[in-house]
Nanobody
Framework: QVQLVESGGGLVQAGGSLRLSCAAS????????MAWFRQAPGKEREFVAA????????RYADSVKGRFTISRDNALNTGYLQMNSLKPEDTAVYYC?????????????????WGHGTQATVSS
């Protein structure tokens, strides 16, 4: 089992930044691909970014490319999502996820573990 706890959400104006963290405990976090998803009110949960277990390979959703950066520190069992140039449409609950799956194939229906989410709200 891997337990994931997100933090760092909040309220920010458009154009601002937030840094989300995902603290992992339990089984060896470094063996898992880590990803971030988000779910806006009335919408389905969607993929945001994924990073391989080594950290050298990364994939982003087109909607966040150039604005968001995913990273991880396996020594600290922690993952991060740096979100810059935020837009009101980025408002959502952001979820950390982990899975034994290649980072190119991460999707909502194939990750093994989920955090409880952290709310990020971007005002216009």
């Amino acid at each position: 089992q891997v337990q994931l706890v997100e933090s760092g959400g909040g309220l920010v104006q458009a154009g601002g930044s937030l840094r989300l963290s995902c603290a992992a405990s339990g089984r060896t976090f470094s063996l898992y691909t880590m990803a971030w998803f988000r779910q806006a009110p009335g919408k389905e949960r969607e993929f945001v970014a994924a990073i391989s277990w080594v950290g050298g390979s990364i994939r982003y959703a087109d909607s966040v490319k150039g604005r968001f950066t995913i990273s991880r520190d396996n020594a600290l069992n922690t993952g991060y999502l740096q979100m810059n140039s935020l837009k009101p449409e980025d408002t959502a609950v952001y979820y950390c996820a982990a899975g034994r799956i290649v980072y190119t194939r991460v999707a909502v229906d194939n990750v093994d573990y989920w955090g409880h989410g952290t709310q990020a709200t971007v005002s216009s």
